[in-house]
């Protein structure tokens, strides 16, 4: 009975122990900033005085703020468009590429890696190119099928296609090697027996892979909900003149929308009001999104 | 389980091995660097290093070697950040840890100004006798309300009219770049041709209609605040509103293509426009983008007097760790001397009156643009310019009328609808 | 620790297996199209690289490298010297790959196999940091790195970076995931402590999945640019991504001279992919052979 009791001491101890540098390098470094944007986003604050208490007046102006909901409705509607086509090609590509027996399969795993270490510059100007709206190549192709060009940058549907093509593009890989890495751990006697059973491909990668890296596809989806409702990188990308999201706010990301306050009109109160409101937006829609890939059959 | 451990093996020793030779190899780029082999801002006590942060290449490096070579015991240290980040660094840096040595662009030198005390007054250094150097209105940008001197002028970006002589011709108009000057003595007669070009041609003669607005509404002694720095007159000041109604004007002229973008840099090949506003800086671009064009692209006098487009002030933060040496570097660089040495070995043209006299500098010629005596035409241009106080949101004013330029250009509003609509977005965000 | 290895279940047990699942030639065209897509941006980097600037602007657009390319790498050396940020970001790179396995790892492995009071709550607090965006926080945080006395140093990209919500998240899925209980239970009959149970058990077992959190962070650390750029004011302190900055001109951009620096901070990339890639494959393939 000590005995027991001992090691079960001796396990919440190691238990503590081996979690704790994370809480040791948030509470350094992670912590003071998050309190402090906290603390600011109930006061007036621009670099010209002192912060000065106003309580929830920024949270008041936000709600009536017609930026803050565009930037929400551009902000969702680039998530959808994003984050599902991306996770679902990632899956499909890992599934492809855990065929240990294709040829140059470290190529391939490599390659697929490239577009996250492209430069942001190169970025820019490939897929301003390709979506210019006089000379880009996509418009050529578009006018060779006989459709009319589209100015991708200026409308909202098309800049929020735009931007959703050049983050799958970004991301799609990553995420794959991470199903990947997930998928080489499912024990091949499932498959085998699958195949004895006369289960298809698909079946089996649907019966079999998915519900056995479970895990591994909660953690994905959480974590491209968290960062796709954040995306402001590519949006800034497509207006090079600031923070402002397009002329008609067309593309204007809410983490945009708190870059502009904060860094282009140096309203930093207002600015960390938008980081709590983006902060609840961000955990309600992550539970939620969780609940719905929780249904997944336990492996 | 081997590969694993071989992995975090080698990377451990590789972890190690990088670290013994990143000392290694810094010491050595150090002393290679430094003809006086010390190892920079670690051990030498007598050495001071001068931390200068700027937003791009100023074309400094050869005068910061000479300076180190007359100054053995300073060292000066730049770091060039993008744009933006560099200029909210700075601004973060202010209260804790700053450079010794900053460059603000013109564009953010409004905001600066607002935080004027948490800079040295370099008039303590003696940079009030600099003052007839300069041209007065980029002085005025370095001086607060008070008359602190927080800052000191570098170059100037000064504007003309780049144009196509060729596509000119094609349209019937003159190709002498005199002529041509002559067409728009002012910005009505500017777009008239514009029109003219447009019938003849059925192409754009403008990039965009932002050109217009960016030259005319510096082009007076009032622009988003009053003179005196105490109220807003963005809504009410003519010339605002002028700079507005000609650019809406602009607006059948131009292709609405943003700058910097692919489209844009095309159509500095492919005769999508035909005239650019180009400041001195703008002219190594075209020639870089539009080699083969060469002698099809001249230079004419801008409408109603000149432009300035881009240009820094430098400053030392109150809390540099060595400000009378900073100072003294500042007032050295940008010295009448030294930036007419600047402006032959890089082109950056000076913002010190000495040198427009220089008969080097009016007698520069550009080859690529049709051998025009840019040297002269910007000399002249600069000179037009009138002192002009810009205020804490400069910029924020500035972007909203710009993206209402834009809605209009686009279709989305009448430009009726999108001056109100600039003028609400304004009043909500500065008053 | 035979008992360990006769129980361990060994994933990827042989090549004939069902692993090897037979390859169409449209599996090959999909890939070979992803693959394309994927790089074409990169080779676009090293063609504009190769030739002037003017190869921006082009209507058809240059696809093929120019013969400029030293030149340009001799005019960006000229500008800046690239080799010590290169080793200062792979020390910096390096030291916050392996912390962040080794912290995510031990992390993970008490959330998802240990048992201690306040463990969900513990975990959830780590999620919720994930959610909330930091942006701003650059702020308050050089401050914060003013008062540490940190500004301009090495270490003030390598601490903040030392371990992750990121990575203790998805080790504790992979562990909760890839390490069945049964497995550590009979380590633990056999005698073991929990830290052998970590060593011999657990890390084996998620090998492939460790590597790749080590990858990412390696190239999180590469490239980020944000903070490095705030802090590091010393050229012998710049990483690569500092160095990369300072071939900008100041009103516009020379895009032959920013293309051939930013190809020259990545390429060291290709080549981690190609050391790593084949240790992921390879990991399977230990794990097969111990059975």
């Given at each position: 009975m000590a005995n027991k009791s001992r090691l079960k001491r001796a396990e919440e101890r190691t238990g503590y122990l081996y979690t704790s540098p994370f809480f040791l390098v948030f509470a350094v470094f992670g912590l003071f900033p998050i309190i402090y944007t906290v603390w600011v986003a109930f006061h007036q604050w621009d670099p010209f005085g002192e912060p000065t208490w106003i309580g929830l007046d920024n949270f008041v102006a936000l709600a009536d703020d017609p930026r803050l909901w565009i930037a929400i409705r551009n902000t969702f509607s680039i998530w959808i468009l994003s984050t599902v086509p991306q996770l679902v090609l990632a899956l499909f590509l890992a599934w492809m590429l855990s065929h240990s027996r294709i040829r140059g399969n470290t190529f391939w795993r490599s390659l697929i890696l490239v577009p996250n270490i492209t430069s942001v510059v190169a970025v820019a100007v490939v897929f301003g190119q390709l979506f210019g709206r006089d000379y880009g190549m996509v418009n050529w192709l578009l006018t060779v099928f006989g459709f009319s060009p589209i100015d991708w940058v200026n409308g909202t549907l098309s800049s929020h296609i735009l931007i959703s093509i050049m983050v799958i593009w970004r991301w799609t890989g990553y995420n794959a090697l991470i199903y990947l890495a997930a998928m080489q751990a499912v024990p091949e006697e499932l498959y085998e027996a699958a195949e004895v059973d006369g289960a298809s491909k698909f079946r089996q990668f649907i019966s079999i892979t998915i519900p056995q890296i479970r895990p591994t596809l909660i953690f994905t989806v959480i974590v491209s909900t968290i960062g796709g409702l954040q995306i402001f990188a590519e949006p800034l990308i497509l207006d090079g003149q600031g923070y402002g999201g397009g002329v008609s706010r067309q593309f204007s990301t809410v983490t945009l929308f708190m870059f502009e306050q904060g860094f282009s009109r140096f309203e930093y109160g207002y600015a960390s009001a938008i980081a709590i409101v983006l902060a609840t937006i961000v955990v309600a829609f992550s539970i939620f999104n969780f609940l719905v890939v929780r249904r997944i059959q336990k492996a | 389980m081997f590969s694993k451990k071989k992995w975090l093996a080698v990377s451990a020793a590789a972890a190690s091995a990088a670290l013994v030779l990143s000392g290694c190899a810094g010491t050595e780029s150090e002393s290679s660097s430094n003809a006086g082999g010390s190892s920079g801002s670690s051990s030498d006590s007598n050495q001071k290093v001068l931390q200068f942060w700027a937003f791009g290449d100023m074309g400094l490096a050869e005068l910061i070697a000479?300076?180190?070579?007359?100054?053995?015991?300073?060292?000066?240290?730049?770091?060039?950040?993008?744009?933006?980040?560099?200029?909210?660094?700075?601004?973060?840096?202010?209260?804790?840890?700053?450079?010794?040595?900053?460059?603000?662009?013109?564009?953010?030198?409004?905001?600066?100004?607002?935080?004027?005390?948490?800079?040295?007054?370099?008039?303590?250094?003696?940079?009030?006798?600099?003052?007839?150097?300069?041209?007065?209105?980029?002085?005025?940008?370095?001086?607060?309300?008070?008359g602190r001197i927080f800052g000191i002028p570098t170059d100037v970006g000064p504007m003309a009219v780049c144009y196509r002589s060729d596509l000119f011709a094609e349209a019937g108009l003159p190709t002498d770049r005199d002529e041509v000057s002559a067409l728009w003595p002012t910005w009505e007669d500017f777009i008239e041709v514009g029109g003219q070009y447009v019938s003849a041609t059925g192409n754009s003669f403008l990039s965009s209609t932002g050109y217009v607005w960016n030259a005319v509404k510096n082009q007076s002694d009032e622009k988003f605040y009053s003179a005196d720095g105490s109220s807003l007159v963005y809504d009410t000041n003519p010339q605002i509103k002028r700079a507005w109604d000609l650019s809406v004007a602009a607006t059948p002229i131009a292709a609405n293509i943003g700058d910097w973008t692919?489209?844009?840099?095309?159509?500095?090949?492919?005769?999508?426009?035909?005239?650019?506003?180009?400041?001195?800086?703008?002219?190594?671009?075209?020639?870089?983008?539009?080699?083969?064009?060469?002698?099809?692209?001249?230079?004419a006098a801008m409408p109603e007097g000149g432009g300035n487009w881009g240009g820094s002030q430098l400053v030392v933060p109150a809390r540099a760790k060595y400000p009378a040496e900073a100072a003294d570097f500042i007032k050295?660089?940008?010295?009448?001397?030294?930036?007419?040495?600047?402006?032959?070995?890089?082109?950056?043209?000076?913002?010190?009156?000495?040198?427009?006299?220089?008969?080097?500098?009016?007698?520069?010629?550009?080859?690529?643009?049709?051998?025009a005596p840019i040297g002269s035409i910007y000399a002249e241009g600069v000179n037009t310019l009138l002192p002009l106080y810009e205020g804490p949101k400069e910029r924020v004013i500035d972007t909203e009328f710009g993206s209402a330029l834009g809605r209009v250009a686009n279709g989305e509003q009448t430009p009726q609808e999108a001056y109100d609509s600039a003028i609400e977005a304004i009043k909500r965000d500065v008053g | 620790m035979s008992s360990v290895e006769s129980v361990q279940i060994t994933p990827n047990k042989d090549q004939s297996g069902l692993r090897s699942r037979r390859i169409r030639w449209y599996h090959y065209i999909f890939l070979t199209s992803v693959a394309l897509a994927s790089f074409f941006p990169f080779y676009w980097m090293f063609v504009i690289s190769s030739n002037d600037s003017a190869a921006v602007a082009k209507i058809p657009p240059v696809v093929v490298p120019g013969e400029n390319f030293l030149r340009s790498i001799e005019t960006v050396n000229s500008i800046i010297n690239f080799s010590v940020p290169l080793l200062n970001s792979l020390f910096v790179a390096s030291v916050v790959a392996l912390s962040q396995v080794f912290f995510s790892t031990l992390a993970g492995f008490a959330f998802a196999k240990l048992r201690f009071r306040g463990k969900n709550a513990l975990f959830l607090f780590i999620l919720a940091t994930m959610m909330i965006p930091t942006g701003l926080g650059i702020i308050p945080f050089y401050f914060m790195m003013s008062n540490l006395g940190l500004i301009n140093t090495l270490a003030s990209v390598i601490l903040p970076g030392l371990t992750t919500a990121f990575g203790v998240f998805w080790m504790r899925q992979t562990i909760d995931g890839g390490v069945p209980d049964e497995l550590i239970e009979a380590a633990r009959i056999d005698g073991a402590s929990n830290f052998m149970v970590y060593r011999k058990v657990v890390l084996p077992a998620i090998a492939p999945t460790a590597t790749v959190l080590g990858l990412f962070a390696f190239l999180a650390a590469w490239n980020d640019f944000m903070w490095p750029l705030l802090s590091l004011n010393s050229p012998e302190n710049f990483t690569v991504q500092v160095a990369v900055r300072q071939l900008r001109s100041a009103y516009f951009i020379d895009y032959s001279v920013q293309m051939t620096g930013a190809f020259l901070a990545t390429v060291p990339l290709l080549i981690l992919f190609a050391l790593v890639a084949r240790r992921m494959v390879a990991g399977v393939m230990a794990g097969a052979i111990k059975g």
């Open positions: - | 000479e300076y180190e070579a007359a100054n053995p015991d300073i060292k000066i240290e730049m770091k060039v950040s993008d744009f933006d980040p560099h200029h909210q660094g700075l601004l973060t840096s202010l209260d804790s840890t700053t450079p010794d040595i900053a460059a603000i662009e013109v564009g953010y030198s409004s905001l600066f100004k607002a935080v004027s005390q948490k800079f040295v007054d370099l008039a303590e250094y003696g940079a009030a006798d600099m003052e007839g150097d300069y041209l007065d209105w980029r002085w005025a940008h370095g001086v607060d309300l008070d692919a489209d844009w840099n095309a159509g500095m090949n492919n005769g999508a426009y035909a005239v650019l506003t180009c400041p001195a800086w703008m002219m190594g671009y075209i020639q870089g983008q539009a080699p083969d064009l060469a002698g099809a692209w001249d230079v050295w660089v940008l010295s009448a001397d030294k930036q007419l040495e600047l402006f032959k070995a890089k082109g950056q043209f000076p913002s010190t009156v000495a040198a427009y006299s220089d008969p080097e500098l009016l007698g520069f010629e550009s080859e690529y643009f049709n051998n | -």
